[in-house]
């Protein structure tokens, strides 16, 4: 049996360092939010290798005594709780004291320090969990904290770690949330060496543009909202400015990013009305309550909080979005003369005078700013890539007589694959699917067979379609690939990119090559052959948007089919496409030849037929 014995120091550090450090943009937080408690106005983080190599944080804060240095690297030492009560109502962006101890027990760490009126400043050096003496050292006014090579006493750990470009757009992404909520302070980062973001002091609507971009503020809504103690300030975006995944959704409670259930389920229902299901809102939200309202100790990242009164928080979030919501549902106001105060009061954002949004008057076209002038529109289409050859107008002349043996041999579609046996024809030689006859309402295809009328959903059977070929092309590794003649470039967050670059070859055997232009530029070079009309922008985000939610591997394995489906809608044809003769025979042709085409990819007919009989008993002939 064995004895039960206390565990060492530093293997509780290492413990808990597993929880607070998950990557390296866990440690930058935890660095983050000790200069914004020291009351900086001003910091720098340098970055190198996504964060791995190094992370540096330098601010101007009130800095640390040098007596305090090693009680800084110690676990549960603060200096900002002392009580239960004060950490009932804690108001700092850290409390636990257990940020720095973790980040130095899985890293070489140097913390440099220079208290407000000091002559001095001082240093400590931990590495693996050991603390160095205490030694002067040159230093301005504050506090500058360098962590280099994480994990290297834990290569198993550091092993999980993704690519270098992967860690860094999550280091960008705790930086932009930080900032986000502290447009009074002066942000600076820099990756490898280079400035990859400058957040001057600013008002609160820079900066939310700095960072969600002018485009996000242009289609937003004010939300200024209070009552009974609660506080909601910020910006909400409007249903057509949804996303596909949740990356635009910034809430903060006291200042500090949080992400609740209870908080996303209010938001998500003050869309309910509004908003495609599979959409998600943009939003930039601080909410403000007593913090004896809110318990932020729930997890050692504080990232999870708990309301004590839940569900009057749901009801006044649902209500104050849901409000703003119907007041701009005719999104026709050219300005708001409004300011939006900063979510923490002890750091107001500077020029409150400043308009959110352009005088009322500033509503002419800007030069390349898309959708201010209405855009002179040209009515031209494509050939739909259907691979049967055009049948002759002539046929219809013999529609109830037998087909034409040149005819039937056009109808041979070349595939990857062999595709499954064609129903045979009736005695008179029309086709199960019978021949078209009309478009309508730009939806459905009518068709004539021998027995009555036949109705297409020509979207849903031609993404069926495209679905099956893509399908085998990809059991047997060979999708082709479409290159387009000028490569189409469209604007990507940095977890875009970062998939991109870390999983190029594997895009490519699904069709898609993507080459990386900037840290926020991606460039469209290839598209699969099925799908050469689709929007190769929209393709390129929904395979990202998958591959970066469940991983390449899944990608090319057992979620394969639910993303080949996804790419074929994007290529298939659509609603409202005018189709002419031959390719709606073209497309009744192909569903002929393609297994399964009864049902789209998402399991609804893509076809049904009304014999004479039924039409008979419309129409109560014979009766």
Known sequence: MKRIRKLPDHLVNQIAAGEVVERPASALKEMLENSLDAGARRITVDIAQGGIKLIRVNDDGSGIAADDLPLALDRHATSKIGSLDELERVATL???????????????????????????AHQIIAIDGTLHPVEPAAHPEGTTVEMVDLYFNTPARRKFLKS?????????????????????????????????????????????????????????????????????????????????????????????????????HALRQAYRDVLHHERHPAYALFFTLDPAGVDVNVHPTKVEVRFRESQAIHQFLFHSVHKVLAAGAGEGRAAVDAQLAAPDAAQPAPSATAPLFPAAADTAPRAGTPGRAPLPQRFEQQRIPLAVAREAVGVYDAMFSAIRAEERAADAS??????????????????????????????????????GLILVDMHAAHERIVYERMKCALETDNLPLQPLLLPVSFGADRFEVATADEHGDALKRLGLELAPLSPTQLAVRAVPLWLADADPVELARAVLADVRTHGVSAALTERRNELLATMACH?????????????????????????????????????????????????????
């Not at 057509?240 to 959704?249: G, L, M, N, V």
Request: glycine letters at 8%; one cysteine or more.
């Open 94 to 120: 850290g409390f636990r004291g257990e940020g720095l101890a973790s980040v130095a027990s899985v890293s070489r760490l140097t913390l440099v320090s220079r208290p407000h009126g000091e002559a001095h």
């Open 571 to 623: 290529g298939a044809v659509r609603a409202n496409r005018a189709l002419n003769l031959a390719e709606m025979n073209a497309l009744l042709r192909d569903m002929e030849a393609t297994e399964r085409s009864g049902q789209c990819n998402h399991g609804r007919p893509t076809w049904t037929r009304l014999t004479m009989k039924d039409l008979d008993r419309l129409f109560m002939r014979g009766q």
């Open 164 to 264: 270098e470009a992967t860690e860094y757009a999550h280091c960008a992404a705790a930086f932009e949330r930080v900032a986000l909520a502290h447009p009074g302070v002066e942000m600076i980062l820099r990756h490898n060496g280079k400035v990859t973001a400058r957040l001057p002091v600013q008002s609160l609507a820079d900066r939310v543009g700095a960072i969600l971009g002018r485009d996000f503020v242009d289609a937003s809504l004010i939300v200024d909202s209070e009552a009974g103690g609660l506080t909601l300030r910020g910006l909400v975006a409007s249903p057509t400015f949804s996303k596909a995944s949740r990356d635009a959704q910034f809430f903060y409670v006291n200042g500090r990013f949080v992400r609740d259930k209870t908080a996303q």
């Open 414 to 451: 070349p595939t990857i694959s062999a595709p499954a046996p064609m129903p045979d024809a009736d005695t008179d030689g029309v086709p199960p699917l019978g021949f078209a006859l009309a478009q309508l309402h730009g939806v459905y295809i009518l068709a004539q067979a021998a027995d």
